[in-house]
């Protein structure tokens, strides 16, 4: 039974607030709300760029309101406090009854959501969770029921991203946006009766376009090229492919240690694509394929720097985890390594999270 | 007033005063079934709770939300047997309280150590306890989990056995046997006591070789099966072949000394 929003258990802030004038003024221009999380992420350019991506990046084939509720409830289902708060504060200002978010919260299946609404959320639970893992036929039970195959993807990807962030905020220990959550819960009443204006402009808002240069060549080029061409034509596909090329352009950990996270977390979900991607990386890297072997079933490798050993098992902590243990785990990664390697890891790992649960899909 | 106008005006006041009272009807019972609702989650966190002291977690979470993935089924999963050593003629020699806060506080450590590294324990019986890796989901360090969490076990008991010595109690002693195969998993048993656990070969043998530990004088064994996964950071000593119960062949076994990773 997925946790409601009190009985998550939250840890103190893992890292402090860093505060950039000049990317507070980029993140007011780009449309981002300077959350806690945006100043805490800044130190790392493509995580605060994936974070910033997926707070104001918009959808071409799913409604806002399919978009809101796959947030609420991948934010639920991976336990993730301040993310969980922040959407259903967000619901509740575009006029989302009391009753009809808690709905959703318990799972019960009644009349206000529609067999479509209810597999989207079933499909969401499943995806976040991936225990057992889903595959390609998920994704096709969707499009059974009425959605269209880029409508499918969009959700899938929508929950990736989701899945990424979440983890972020998870492993930083974001804390909460009570200043909003309370904001939001002490003007209910204005909000109700400003719910269509407010439902127009949050559509408005995420509403976007086909995006014509996420050709599936172009997305299909770099990193992780076979999961993300699918997503050709997509506006958000950008945000992954960018995150993507980003973790592994980034120097501050080795490449070593950062193809081998994601081949660990594919290897956790039981995902041979995103294993098979991995081991190219750590081929073009050098490693053999008894190497690589080896270092898959022992969980470390000599080639990863002595420093950045302990990031191997830690990664596979966090497919599943339960919160309190795993912000606890991170917290002692953190005292190892320092702030900027283990945010980087943090953001390696959440990112290996989401690939991963989108590459089971096309399998 | 005529009463043409008295019937017009009673017939006004029914038509606003119906529907209002048939709202207020309706939001009553809505009220009322949103009570009911959240009363039966309550209770059913409650009993999922208490539940989860007898079963693992995850198995519990499938079970109440009527998932259909404990259906029976073949799996590799890792065996982990632990047993005290001496503990009956011990028991005989004291409180009977003393003993089972004894025994509660080891199964607490061991517990701890386990779940360390994503086992569960599945049967404790008298002092002995019987953990899986593996059994709820597919795991593919499930066998180097299971010798981590017996050398994790190892240090705990060290621990422990300093607190008893601390208050004058004898130090307590386990063998441990690991082995890896395919089993059957599922809920098993008979009218109102069931429980998940596994059954087959491997689990026979997992057993037998901890009964091995008392005849060869080590605390921690493992098969072939197991050796084949452990990399060179993991210490193992040959033993000599022996004979089980059930086995035509002697098996080989391994003690276990330490873990240089």
């Known amino acids: 039974m997925a946790q409601l929003l009190d009985q998550i258990p939250w840890a103190e802030p893992l890292l402090a607030p860093d505060i950039d004038p000049a990317w507070e003024a980029e993140l007011k221009r780009r449309g981002g709300n300077g959350s806690e999380v945006d100043r805490r992420v800044a130190p790392s350019p493509w995580i605060r760029e994936a974070c910033l991506g997926v707070n104001t990046g918009r959808a071409c084939a799913i409604s806002a309101h399919l978009f809101n509720v796959a947030a609420l409830v991948t934010a639920q289902e991976n336990a993730c406090r301040y993310c969980y708060g922040a959407s259903r504060s967000y619901m509740q200002m575009l006029g ?22 209810r597999a989207m959320v079933a499909f969401c639970r499943n995806l976040a969770r991936s225990r057992p893992r889903p595959a390609s036929a998920e994704l096709d039970g969707l ?17 990736a991203l989701g899945c990424f962030y979440n983890r972020i905020t998870i492993l930083i220990a974001s804390p909460p946006e009570h200043g909003f ?24 808002r995420r509403r976007g376009k086909r995006d014509p240069a996420a050709t599936a060549a172009a997305l299909g080029a770099g990193v992780y090229g076979p999961v993300l061409a699918p997503l050709a034509g997509l506006p958000g596909a950008a945000i992954m492919k960018a995150a993507l090329d980003g973790a592994f ?103 290996a999270n989401a690939t991963v649960r989108l590459a089971m899909l096309v399998e | 007033m005529n009463d043409s106008a008295s019937g017009w005006i009673l017939v006004g006041a029914l038509a606003i005063a ?91 450590h061991m517990s701890g150590a386990i779940g360390q590294h994503h086992g569960h324990i599945t049967e404790l019986v008298g002092d002995g306890l019987l953990a899986l890796f593996g059994a709820m989901e597919t795991n593919p360090w499930q066998c180097r989990d299971a010798v981590l969490a017996a050398l994790d076990m190892r240090k705990a008991l060290v621990a422990y056995n300093e607190q008893l010595k601390a208050k004058s109690l004898q130090p307590l002693q386990f063998g441990i046997g690991i082995h890896s195969g395919e089993v059957i998993v599922g809920v098993m048993g008979a009218g109102e006591l069931n429980k998940f656990t596994v059954t087959g070969d491997p689990v026979n043998v997992a057993s037998r070789v901890e009964g091995l530990t008392r005849e060869l004088g080590v605390d921690l064994l493992v098969t072939e099966e197991i050796r084949k996964t452990l990399d060179a950071g993991f210490r193992l000593r040959p033993m000599p072949p022996a004979r089980v119960k059930g086995k035509r062949e002697p098996i080989q076994t391994y003690h276990v000394e330490s873990n240089d990773a």
């Open chain 1, 96 to 117: 989302y009854s009391e009753a009809y978010i808690r709905r959703i919260e318990q799972d019960v299946h009644l009349a206000e959501l529609n067999e479509k609404e």
């Open chain 1, 143 to 159: 499009v059974h029921l009425g959605y269209t195959r880029e409508a499918a993807r969009e959700i899938a990807l929508w929950i």
């Open chain 1, 181 to 204: 959550e309370g904001w939001v819960s002490a003007k209910r009443l204005k909000f109700l009766l400003l719910a269509p204006l407010m439902r127009f402009q949050a559509a408005r």
């Open chain 1, 249 to 351: 352009a980034s120097n501050v950990l080795s490449r070593a240690t950062k193809a081998l996270m994601f081949a660990i977390v594919a290897r956790s979900l039981d995902c041979g694509t995103s294993e098979a991607e991995a081991r190219r990386l750590l081929a073009a890297d050098g490693f053999g394929d008894a190497e690589i072997e080896k270092s898959l079933a022992s969980l470390e490798s000599a080639r990863v720097p002595a420093a950045e050993a302990r990031l191997l098992p830690w990664v596979r902590d966090t497919v599943h985890f339960q919160t309190a243990q795993i912000q606890s785990r991170t917290r002692e990664i953190a005292a190892a390594l320092g702030n900027a390697a283990a945010l980087e890891a943090i953001g390696v790992a959440a990112l």
């Open chain 2, 18 to 108: 119906l529907p209002a009272f048939a709202t207020w009807l309706w939001a009553g019972r809505a009220r009322q079934a949103e009570q009911l609702h959240a009363e039966t989650r309550r209770r059913l966190e409650q009993l999922q709770r208490e539940f989860e002291r007898f079963a693992p977690p995850d198995l519990v979470e499938r079970l109440t939300e009527g998932r259909g993935d404990v259906a029976p089924q073949r799996r590799q999963v890792t065996m982990l047997f632990a047993d005290l050593r001496g503990f009956t003629s011990l028991c005989d020699r004291l409180d009977p309280a003393l003993t089972v806060a004894i025994l509660n506080d080891y199964f607490r």
